[in-house]
């Protein structure tokens, strides 16, 4: 008995295995973009490492390979794997730092532009570092079962078996790597793990496991890299560095075990993993309590009830007035203007911050990403000035520009070259710009300030040799005036010789201020814990601290009075030991040569297949076994540089099946051409009493072009799309003038979707304005004897609500087409619960109020965990006309539709998976008697790990 239950756990595994692959198949692999079309890219190779990037990086591209092969070397110190084959991918022409590894096809990519508020340690090797990490991590689970699973479905598999490890694992073991292979790394940031020292100390009222595990919308919860930090930090202290290495083995040979991460960590540690959060949290809480009354006293903190939100970047306006900018659960980013009583007035809204912003007592200025118009990989970052007495926001665009100041007539800023150089520039408000100091290599620039006094330029940059503050003077002389090794000082303000800046103390954050012309440092004292983003003016000292509701603002009347000189400061920070084998070890730099990376064999690149034959196509005509499972293969292809897809497969049926898809995203306009060949009967479309009783098997090729335009990513994502579909098919059709049938449809759709929408805070459940059009036009360009010409149109108005994460829509739609016999699929949605009908001309107008409920935070076991609830009440009122016969007269009727209803929706957890779900129970009723119709829908998103886009 024990065997045949075994034996139906495994068959039931591997049916989950070919619904989960099979489904991921439908849409596009983890593509994240391409490089302009004119892209000369080069490669560049080092045993187990291809480095393949554009030529202007290559200078870039020797660094990133020798940090590349060291950081494999030391990561296979805990994972004991050897050199494993990987292929990585540079991006330089874009201003959003990042780095990600994805299986399926197998990579990494890299931003090479280093983050401007990155910690003290070079960007190439911080990733390097971080990203061969996870490249371990996916070669460990590719053993066992998983192995087999390689061999029949690619590397898809070890995408699949990824799924069942908790991000958690995946960040905090990569940020562990950074950390204890470095004298810097985030485990070393205060900034890091503030929230959890705040949320102790302040006698906050403990979360679940589950909260802190899945998040929250009530509350803020920190992501899985800072929680995934703390717990594995705990298991290597205590059971090695091997744990973790282990853990990823024993789920790559187990994963039919459903559950393989909790037994896998049971059986290396003897804890289920709420035991190890359990101790791993009290064990850092004792740490965090003794350092908290050794530094500030035995009297802690009292708790307080408000929402959460970030007051940072402090500039006093007025005696009464900061500005400030803030960030929260419910609102996306702004600035503000914050009165003593603790009110918030916003001033602007802002998109992505590149670096921190700037402001004198009339402007605020910041720069602001930007994204190109096509390339996904090429974008920039504007300058953005706003006069706060006139209220105008004017747009300085064309660089790629951080951490702006304001100087007079000017902007100074930093701008960073694909090349890897940075530049001090200055831009006029006319956008007139002019190089002022080229930086030496080696140097990545973060932040500058400008001594009003002086006219010095002060910046925190960071070496080979951790982080600096160096000066510009009058004369665009460089000097490094004060070393703070790997310290991870942050933001830096000027008072003519003084420099205030930050750094972490143990387990907190510090105001230091350092007399250049005295050379004394200083450590401003009798602050709360956690203190930073220091400004002064007017002979006070302005700052916020964090708290368990997230920074808040205070200031110092007299520094002079808490402050005491401070010598002898460590080179790093001590809270976490430093390996004997670092990065930082003198590895050299690999000399190879660089060769072209082009040709034919480059837009292929086969990842994955199926030994079967499976074709998950969205059938215009309505086949319904596309998806059938046929003797057979079936091939997925993607390039390494994301410009070709290519799918193909071969089965056999009642009849020979084909298919093949290939994309290309080089060009401007993305093409896409797909033809099948199935084993059902192709379509008749059937005018007369007599048809044709045998008819061919169905046959189709579809060409697809879509012209796409990125138009802004501000406080709106806007997109203009055009597109345009051809499709034949050998179906059927009557020709009225030979009186017969034949086979050969011809269908071509042309139109556009254009949007532009707010971006969504935390809490949003849909947009807090905007707007979504699509309109176009179906023809049938050599059958109108048959088939008509279709016109559609439908919009969608995003409007606020009531109160705050509330949304109100509107959706317009209208379609149109005349017919002689057959009527096209219809291009719009019914009314919920009327299902599609013929229609020659059909109008509508829906209604929809969103809005939250509860967000619960509710544990049931460890079986779900409730994270919101929600309702939505909806009215669709709609008119559709349409031909229909009566006495043997063509008549055209009009029926009034109308649902009105509601959705209840709940966001939910299942078994601590980091999978959302989200159950919705919709009851409508329709009709003028309003009869009444219900329906449960389950949805769940499963591929929200199968890539990690974030460093």
């Known amino acids: 008995m024990m065997i045949i239950n075994m034996f139906n756990k495994k068959i039931y595994f591997f049916t989950l ?114 990203e061969m990490r996870h490249v371990k991590q996916m070669y460990a689970l590719n053993s066992g079962s998983t192995k087999v699973l390689s061999w029949l479905f690619g590397q898809q598999a070890v995408g699949f078996a990824s799924s069942f490890i908790h991000p958690w694992i995946f960040e905090g073991d990569a940020v562990w790597a950074e950390t204890n292979y470095t004298f810097s790394g985030r485990g070393r940031s205060a900034t890091f793990f503030n929230h959890y020292y ?84 009290s064990y850092n809480d004792s740490l965090w309590l003794v350092d908290y009354t050794e530094h500030y006293g035995n009297e802690l903190p009292k708790a307080v009830n408000e929402d959460f939100k970030n007051l940072i970047h402090p500039y006093p306006l007025t005696d009464t007035t900061t500005i400030v900018y803030v960030t929260s659960l419910s609102d996306t980013p702004y600035f503000a203007v914050l009165d003593k009583r603790g009110g918030i007035k916003k001033i602007v809204s802002t998109g992505i911050l590149i670096g921190q912003p700037s402001y004198n007592d ?24 706003y006069n706060i007495k006139t209220k105008r926001l004017n747009t300085i665009p064309g660089g790629r520009y951080h951490s702006p100041i304001i100087d007079e007539d000017r902007i100074i800023c930093i701008e960073y070259s694909s090349n890897g150089q940075y530049k001090l520039v200055g831009i006029n408000f006319l956008g007139e710009k002019s190089t002022l100091l080229n930086f030496e290599g080696g140097y990545e620039v973060q932040q500058i300030c400008l001594d009003t006094k002086g006219k010095n330029i002060y910046g925190i940059a960071v070496s080979e040799t951790g982080k600096k503050i160096f000066k510009v003077d009058s004369a665009l002389t460089f000097d490094i005036v004060y070393n703070a090794a790997y310290r ?63 920074y808040r603002i205070a200031f110092l009347d007299d520094i002079t ?27 050299g730099i690999i000399q190879t040569e660089p060769t072209e990376y082009k040709g034919l064999n480059t837009l292929v690149n086969i990842h994955s297949w199926f030994p079967f034959y499976t074709k998950p196509l969205n059938d215009p005509a309505n086949i319904e076994d596309e998806s059938n499972i046929y003797p057979g293969i079936t091939l997925l292809s993607q390039n390494l540089t994301g410009s070709t897809l290519f799918n193909a497969g071969y089965g056999y049926g009642k009849t020979h099946l084909l298919f093949a898809e290939v994309t290309y995203n080089g060009l401007w ?79 071509n759709e042309f139109g556009f979707t254009f949007y532009s929408l707010r971006r969504m805070a935390h809490r949003d459940l849909q947009p807090k304005s905007g707007l979504i059009i699509n309109t176009g036009l179906l023809t049938t360009p050599w059958d109108y004897g048959n088939l008509p010409n279709l016109w559609y149109s439908q919009a969608k108005i995003y409007l606020p609500g009531l109160h705050r994460n509330h949304g109100f829509g509107i959706t317009l739609l209208a379609q149109k087409q005349n017919i002689k016999y057959i009527y096209l699929n219809n291009k719009v949605n019914f009314p919920a619960f009327y299902t599609s009908r013929p229609s020659t001309r059909f109008t509508g107008m829906y209604f929809n109020y969103i809005m939250p409920i509860a967000y619960p935070d509710l544990p049931i076991s460890s079986l779900v965990y409730v994270k919101r609830i929600s309702l939505n009440l909806f009215a669709d009122f709609a008119k559709n006309s349409y031909k229909t016969y009566q006495q043997y007269e063509l008549v055209t009727l ?40 219900s329906n449960i829908v389950l949805t769940i998103n499963l591929y929200s790990t199968f890539a990690r886009p974030k460093l």
């Open 17 to 130: 295995i070919l619904i989960i692959l099979i489904n991921n198949s439908k849409a596009q692999y983890y593509q994240t973009g391409v490089e302009p079309f004119k892209t000369d890219w080069k490669k560049r190779e080092y045993k187990n490492i291809r480095l393949i990037y554009p030529a202007e990086a290559d200078s870039l591209a020797r660094h990133y390979l020798s940090a590349l092969a060291k950081s494999d070397s030391l990561n296979d110190v805990d994972y004991n794997l050897g050199t494993r084959k990987i292929d990585v991918v540079l991006h330089p022409n874009t201003v959003l730092s990042n780095g990600f590894v994805a299986w399926a096809p197998r990579r990494m990519e890299l931003v090479t532009q280093p983050d401007a508020d990155g910690d003290a340690l070079l960007w190439h090797k911080a990733l390097s570092i971080h």
């Open 198 to 281: 705040a949320h102790l100390v302040s006698k906050q009222k403990p979360y679940t496991y589950d909260k802190w595990l899945l998040g929250s919308y009530k509350d803020f919860i920190p992501n899985h890299y800072q929680f995934g930090y703390q717990l594995v930090s705990f298991i290597n202290q205590k059971w090695g560095s091997t744990t973790i290495p282990k853990t990823y083995g024993y789920v790559g040979r187990y994963p039919f075990t459903l559950f393989p991460t909790y037994l896998s960590l049971k059986k290396f540690t003897g804890q289920s993993r709420k035991s190890i959060y359990q101790k791993a949290f």
């Open 669 to 747: 306009p993305v093409f896409r051409l797909n033809i099948e060949k199935t084993d059902a009967t192709a379509s008749l479309y059937r005018v007369t009493q007599f048809y044709p009783e045998n008819r061919d098997y169905y046959k189709k090729a579809e060409f697809t072009s879509i012209l796409p335009f990125t138009l802004g990513e501000s406080i709106y994502s806007t997109s203009l799309q055009l597109y345009n579909k051809t499709i034949y098919s050998n179906s059927y059709l009557y020709r009225e003038s030979i009186d017969a049938y034949r086979s050969g449809l011809i269908t």
């Open 362 to 385: 009339s402007l605020i200025v910041w720069a602001e990403y930007q994204p190109h118009a096509r390339w996904e990989w090429m974008s920039s970052s504007a300058i953005k000035v």
């Open 894 to 933: 009009t029926d009034n539709l109308q649902s009105i209803g509601f959705d209840a929706i709940v966001d939910f957890h299942l078994f601590r998976t980091w999978y959302p779900f989200r159950i919705r129970f919709t009851q409508a009723f329709n009709g003028s008697d309003f009869n009444p119709y």
């Open 488 to 550: 991870d000082i942050r933001t830096l303000a000027c008072d003519g010789s003084n420099l205030f800046f930050t750094f972490t103390d143990g387990y907190t954050e510090s105001i230091y201020k350092y007399d250049i012309q005295n050379n004394i440092v200083y450590k401003i004292i009798n602050l709360p814990f956690n203190s930073s983003y220091p400004t002064y003016k007017n002979h006070q000292l302005y700052y916020a601290h964090y708290t368990a509701n997230g």
């Open 561 to 587: 009075s808490n402050r005491k000189i401070v010598d002898n400061i460590s080179p790093y920070n001590e809270i976490v030991k430093v390996n004997p084998t670092t990065v930082h070890d003198n590895y």
